[in-house]
């Protein structure tokens, strides 16, 4: 059985750091957000009787992007997966997955991830917003490090708006069950690849 890792987008050390992400609509950052929710995917997933550190890995919140992705790769092997929450902003509303362009399975992936997230957050009011590749327009980036440079199948998941209040006023009052919904679709996404040796995380075009 494939191990899940699972990683809270941004680096933190402190509340003025400019590794922690964007401010917040109330006021915290990014990074705080995804670190709170994390620790309850952490406990949810020990709930469903994984062992940390066995069958899951919870990267470091003192690592910032190039050092998450180093600290996954020199610890993972084949039929693993891993994740990383984020917080998204712009104005929007909802949640989406980001896949490396150009690769069906990681796209059915996204699809599982999503699918078991919304399957808890939707009645909350989270929208969605679909699978995308990471690849301009659907990001402000030409590609997306953690989806291109994990050497296990991985994916990015945007759980909601920081800078909207509606969906900061669900996840501040239902965090738990945004963890539910993530660690249901880690169990999914694990299931999927864990039982075969999947393919890198590289594009096919």
């Known amino acids: 059985m494939g191990r899940i890792f699972i990683s809270a987008g941004h680096y933190f050390r402190n509340s003025f750091d400019q590794g922690s992400g964007a401010d917040t609509v109330i006021g915290t950052s990014e990074a705080q957000e995804m670190i709170k929710t994390r620790d309850l995917v952490v406990s949810e997933l020990q709930s469903l ?3 940390e550190n066995q069958d899951f890995f919870s990267v470091p919140d003192t690592l910032n992007l190039s050092p998450t992705i180093r600290w996954i790769n020199n610890r993972a092997i084949s039929g693993d997966v891993a994740l990383e929450i984020h917080g998204n902003a712009g104005g929007g509303q909802g949640a989406e997955i980001f896949h490396v362009h150009r690769n069906n399975e990681r796209k059915r992936d996204g699809q599982r991830v999503l699918s078991a997230y919304l399957g808890k957050v939707s009645s909350l009011g989270i929208l969605n917003r679909g ?6 327009p659907f990001t402000q980036h030409p590609r997306l490090a953690f989806c291109r440079d994990v050497v296990i199948p991985s994916l990015l998941l945007e759980i909601c708006f920081m800078d909207s209040r509606s969906d900061m006023n669900a ?3 239902s965090r738990l069950t945004f963890a539910r ?8 996404f694990r299931d999927a690849r864990g039982g075969s040796t999947p393919p890198r995380n590289t594009s096919s075009g």
């Not at 699978?131 to 301009?136: E, F, L, R, T």
């Not at 919904?181 to 999914?188: K, N, S």
């Open 131 to 136: 699978v995308k590749p990471d690849i301009k």
């Open 171 to 173: 996840l501040t009052t």
């Open 49 to 51: 009787g994984l062992v």
């Open 181 to 188: 919904g993530i660690a249901d679709g880690l169990i999914a």
